[in-house]
């Protein structure tokens, strides 16, 4: 549920609300390889099936075939200081099917571009950790003095 508050509404006053839905909905990739044409989402737990699938439809005009949801319960843990139970939150888990012809395909988040800028900032790091070792060496009789105070 939301916890925004809204001015009141009075005729004749401009419109001051946004209405904006109280879901939300998580794309997250299966653990099992799923056919082209099949999506998973973590959802809000009072999200129904006609819920997710008006939301993927009106908000981001996705064709939407079927939905398919159910609900998993968090995990349950011991506490490593108190040795209480603690309960992760549950969730509902929906597995969305776009009509035939259409697919999905998860985004690529880490690209070939820049694992290779990765790559160049941790060659450049080596190199300043490097020179630090170097005036560190250098400035080993003068400890507790900063080192930008040269002499």
Do not use: C
């Amino acid at each position: 549920m939301s916890s925004r508050w809204y001015p009141r509404y009075f005729k004749g006053n401009p419109q001051l609300r946004v209405f904006m839905p109280n879901f939300f909905m998580k794309l997250v990739k299966p653990e099992v390889p799923q056919p082209p044409n099949v999506v998973h989402f973590i959802v809000s737990t009072e999200m129904s099936k006609y819920d997710i699938k008006n939301y993927l439809e009106k908000i981001y005009k996705v064709p939407v075939d079927s939905v398919v949801t159910y609900n998993k319960m968090g995990k349950t843990k011991r506490s490593t200081v108190g040795g209480y139970i603690i309960k992760d939150d549950d969730y509902k888990l929906a597995f969305v099917t776009l009509p035939k012809g259409e697919t999905f395909e998860f985004p690529d988040l880490f690209p070939e571009e820049k694992e290779a800028e990765v790559k160049k900032q941790q060659e450049q790091l080596e190199v300043l950790k490097k020179e630090w070792n170097q005036l560190a060496k250098k400035n080993q009789h003068r400890k507790g003095v900063p080192t930008w105070l040269g002499l």
